[in-house]
């Protein structure tokens, strides 16, 4: 359906599974998980571990070291893939992690995929906890899973329009990186009066509002937008 589209999965080692990454790549989806360290992985990145053990020492600042290996499991991987060991050294001590990926080096080098592309789950983590605790994404104790369903894509499609309204409405203003709890709370959860005429709907608003300017401005930004037609 999306031709021109490419299908990324990035998650943590709980989905590094043979199953996904097979299905991932006879799907043309690209992947990049984490990958639970074991003494096999350790002993691959054993000098640059060493390596930045000395960066650490000589400048008391946490030290990271990447490099790229091939690796596959003993019995549970159907084939190697390419795996990025990052060797980190902070004041407690050794901090190894390992990300496997489906993507080239000639996409991205190590350090690139890990910081750039695998650590950005990270902030996605957070807009997921965003949803879940400002917008109810977790109230799903409906009897059936299609009702539960039915209520996530609520939600779902709340987040979207909140998200529209910050990255749009409020671009310029003191709330253009507010959570949606506080835009929810400031522009949209307003004592107001409604009066409606044959032409026109009337909303008043107190004269005692605080954020009415605030108010203003996004209003004005939003009528700027040019309308984008839905296709369907």
């Given amino acids: ?66 490099k790229d290996f091939e690796y596959q499991t003993l019995k549970s991987w159907s084939k190697s893939r390419r795996v990025v060991g990052k060797a980190e050294y902070l004041q407690k001590g050794e901090n190894p992690r390992f990300v496997v990926t489906s993507l080239s080096t000639e996409q991205f080098d190590g350090k690139t995929l890990y910081e750039q592309q695998y650590c950005a789950r990270g902030d996605m983590e957070n807009r997921i906890k965003e949803q879940q605790l400002c917008l109810f994404a977790d109230r799903t104790s409906a009897a059936t899973m ?47 009066q409604i009066k409606v005429t044959v032409r026109k709907v009337w909303v008043s608003f107190s004269e005692s509002y605080p954020y009415q300017h605030l108010f203003k401005q996004v209003y004005e930004n939003l009528r700027r937008l040019c309308p984008i037609p839905l296709r369907c």
């Avoid at 989905?15 to 360290?37: S, T």
């Avoid at 499609?157 to 400031?186: E, F, H, S, W």
């Fill in 1 to 66: 359906q999306w031709l021109d589209v490419q299908m990324f999965i990035r998650a943590d080692s709980g989905f590094c599974r043979e199953h996904i990454m097979f299905w991932c790549e006879q799907n043309n989806v690209d992947y990049i998980l984490g990958l639970a360290k074991n003494k096999r992985l350790k002993e691959e990145i054993t000098q640059e571990l060493q390596e930045a053990k000395e960066l650490y020492e000589q400048t008391s600042q946490a030290s990271r070291v990447y």
């Fill in 146 to 192: 299609r009702a539960n369903q039915l209520r996530l894509w609520f939600s779902s499609v709340a987040y979207t329009l909140m998200n529209a309204l910050r990255r749009l409405g409020l671009k310029g203003t003191k709330l253009a990186k507010a959570q949606c709890n506080t835009i929810r709370l400031k522009l949209l959860k307003i004592g107001a």
